[in-house]
């Protein structure tokens, strides 16, 4: 069973353009939560992009 990932709209975390989430965002899903990654460092829930993704 597949679950949805959520996507963040966080455009001050350092890692948003490294981050599954933050793509997700731009590509418009709805299921979306802001999480706690800051302009210095990025958050818990970071997720790396996988080659294919873009």
Do not use: P, W
């Amino acid at each position: 069973m597949s679950t949805e990932i959520q996507a963040c709209n966080n455009d001050i975390c350092i890692k948003k353009d490294e981050c599954e989430r933050y793509r997700l965002f731009k590509n418009g899903q709805t299921y979306v939560k802001r999480f706690g990654g800051k302009a210095h460092k990025g958050c818990g829930k970071f997720i790396e992009i996988v080659n294919g993704n873009n």
